[in-house]
T-cell receptor, first 114, second 112 residues
Framework: NAGVTQTPKFQVLKTGQSMTLQCAQD?????MYWYRQDPGMGLRLIYY???????DKGEVPNGYNVSRLNKREFSLRLESAAPSQTSVYFC?????????????FGPGTRLTVL | GENVEQHPSTLSVQEGDSAVIKCTYS??????FPWYKQELGKRPQLIID?????GEKKDQRIAVTLNKTAKHFSLHITETQPEDSAVYFC???????????FGTGTRLTVIP
């Protein structure tokens, strides 16, 4: 049981390049999330997917697109990277019940845009 | 939408002392309040949570209190140890939502 996995772990891009961050979970969770983490800003939600086939914008969606490929996989795409997108990106999935709403995070992707 | 504020942003305590981190939330519909710990270079992990029908919850050296009227909740760590050094995030989840709204984090340093 690997939990939530992300690839790559590190990436350096030049301004204007594109890339896709991959995320997969093996816990059979319905909901998946993409966050970015910047110093002093906490975890800010980019996009989320409440179930296979659905996606919704979070707090900071501009410059990103997502795809919920199936129940396991949720990818984040940067079409034209900008230096402001330099950040650590975390994917998460959600175990939710009446009395809990626990998010399980992946190990993160550290992205630098030059 | 929900807005969660967290204080202080940094906190240093001597080993063995207590640490308290406070959060406020804006949406009265929020009814679930987790706390996450993130060690340096690692992913955030849930350490304790509380639901709005409970005023306090304890798990060994950590406890969380909730004041629904004032819309604030706090994390208490007693007998702090160096391994408690990390960034702690509070969060709130409105009823019916599967999103968490995070605070900006508190960097706790426990000085040996």
């Amino acid at each position: 049981n690997a939990g939530v996995t992300q690839t790559p772990k590190f990436q350096v891009l030049k301004t204007g390049q594109s890339m896709t961050l991959q995320c997969a979970q093996d816990m059979n969770h319905n909901s998946m999330y993409w966050y970015r983490q910047d110093p002093g800003m906490g975890l800010r939600l980019i996009y989320y997917s409440a179930s296979e086939g659905t996606t919704d914008k979070g707090e900071v969606p501009n410059g990103y697109n997502v795809s919920r490929l199936n129940k396991r996989e949720f990818s984040l795409r940067l079409e034209s990277a900008a230096p402001s997108q330099t950040s650590v990106y975390f994917c998460a999935s959600n175990r939710q019940g009446w009395s809990y709403n626990e998010q399980f995070f992946g190990p993160g992707t550290r992205l630098t845009v030059l | 939408g929900e807005n969660v504020e967290q204080h202080p942003s940094t906190l240093s305590v001597q080993e063995g002392d207590s640490a308290v981190i406070k959060c406020t939330y804006s949406d009265s519909a929020s009814n679930y309040f987790p706390w996450y710990k993130q060690e340096l270079g690692k992913r955030p992990q849930l350490i304790i949570d509380i639901r709005s029908n409970v005023g306090e919850k304890k798990d060994q050296r950590i406890a969380v209190t909730l004041n629904k009227t004032a819309k604030h909740f706090s994390l208490h760590i007693t007998e702090t140890q160096p391994e408690d050094s990390a960034v702690y995030f509070c969060a709130a989840s409105p009823d019916g939502a599967n999103n968490l709204f995070f605070g900006t984090g508190t960097r706790l340093t426990v000085i040996p």
